[in-house]
């Protein structure tokens, strides 16, 4: 720093400072964009998981296992769906895809009164997810149900379906987000840095044309005049002007 001049040195100074600045406003952009993109998939995850309750009804309930297998099976291939588990009134496991073999509950938020809830379960091999789990109850399915099951009607729901959403795949997409803003990034940052180094070098010249006067004027040279900044109309100016 010692070595730096006036301008290097303010230069520098700025760069750090918007460095500083970049890092924690990217930080802060990145955690509400990993907050949105995350919040984004689970709600289409959810809609795609009621919307596929609400068009196999009658398949679901009658508990085939063979139509219950192709039936997850399609919802897994969904746009997101990393796994299905689908499990009868009696939290009994009846069909899945993709799920896997060990995976354990972190936490849940459980939604209730027939409500979605939404929690993290992680596999053997440290694979993190996102698991939706959404009530089969009567509201989102045919109401053709109370004539055709007599236990339709009694039930407050029918089962659950847990959907999971690979974390790993939300950390992809936030990464090709990232990315794709990375240029325009680096361009403003670039402009901002040359900005300030236009700005630095316009004050230090002056100063510097100065210090050179001044030594040839110590020297005994009484006619050097400064004429370097003398039209700036700021504190450098009025500066060279006095001098």
């Given at each position: 720093?010692?070595?730096?001049?006036?301008?290097?040195?303010l230069?520098?100074?700025?760069?750090?400072?918007?460095?500083?600045?970049?890092?924690?406003?990217?930080?802060?952009?990145?955690?509400q964009?990993?907050?949105?993109?995350?919040?984004e998939?689970?709600?289409?995850?959810?809609?795609?998981?009621?919307?596929?309750?609400?068009?196999n009804p009658?398949?679901?309930?009658?508990?085939?296992?063979?139509?219950?297998?192709r039936?997850v099976?399609?919802?897994?291939?969904?746009?997101?769906?990393?796994?299905?588990?689908l499990?009868?009134?009696?939290?009994?496991?009846?069909?899945?895809?993709?799920a896997?073999?060990?995976?354990?509950?972190?936490?849940?938020?459980?939604?209730?009164?027939?409500?979605?809830?939404?929690?993290?379960?992680?596999?053997?091999?440290?694979?993190r997810?996102?698991?939706?789990?959404?009530?089969?109850?009567?509201?989102?399915?045919n109401?053709?149900?109370?004539?055709?099951?007599?236990?339709?009607?009694?039930?407050?729901?029918?089962?659950?379906v847990?959907?999971?959403?690979?974390?790993?795949?939300?950390?992809?997409?936030l990464?090709?987000?990232?990315?794709?803003?990375a240029?325009?990034?680096?361009?403003?940052?670039?402009?901002?840095?040359?900005?300030?180094?236009?700005?630095?070098?316009?004050?230090?010249?002056?100063?510097?044309?100065?210090?050179?006067?001044?030594?040839r004027?110590?020297?005994?040279?009484?006619?050097?005049?400064?004429?370097?900044?003398?039209e700036?109309?700021d504190?450098v100016?009025?500066l060279?002007?006095?001098?």
């Open positions: 720093m010692r070595r730096l001049g006036i301008a290097g040195k230069v520098f100074v700025s760069a750090l400072i918007l460095i500083g600045l970049g890092a924690a406003v990217s930080w802060h952009s990145l955690a964009l990993r907050s949105m993109l995350t919040q998939t689970v709600r289409r995850v959810e809609a795609q998981t009621l919307s596929w309750i609400q068009a009658f398949q679901i309930v009658t508990g085939d296992p063979e139509v219950l297998e039936l099976k399609e919802l897994k291939e969904k746009e997101g769906v990393a796994y299905v588990v499990l009868d009134v009696k939290g009994r496991q009846v069909a899945s895809a993709g896997p073999v060990q995976r354990e509950r972190k936490s849940t938020a459980p939604g209730g009164n027939g409500k979605s809830g939404v929690g993290e379960t992680v596999d053997a091999e440290g694979g997810y996102y698991e939706i789990e959404v009530p089969m109850s009567r509201e989102h399915m109401r053709d149900l109370d004539a055709m099951f007599g236990v339709a009607g009694r039930l407050p729901t029918l089962g659950l847990r959907v999971g959403v690979a974390r790993s795949e939300l950390e992809r997409r990464a090709a987000l990232v990315w794709r803003s240029p325009l990034y680096g361009a403003l940052v670039l402009v901002a840095l040359g900005i300030n180094i236009f700005l630095a070098r316009r004050m230090a010249r002056p100063v510097a044309s100065m210090a050179r006067a001044a030594m004027i110590a020297a005994g040279n009484l006619d050097e005049r400064v004429e370097t900044g003398v700036l109309r504190e100016g009025e060279v002007r006095n001098f």
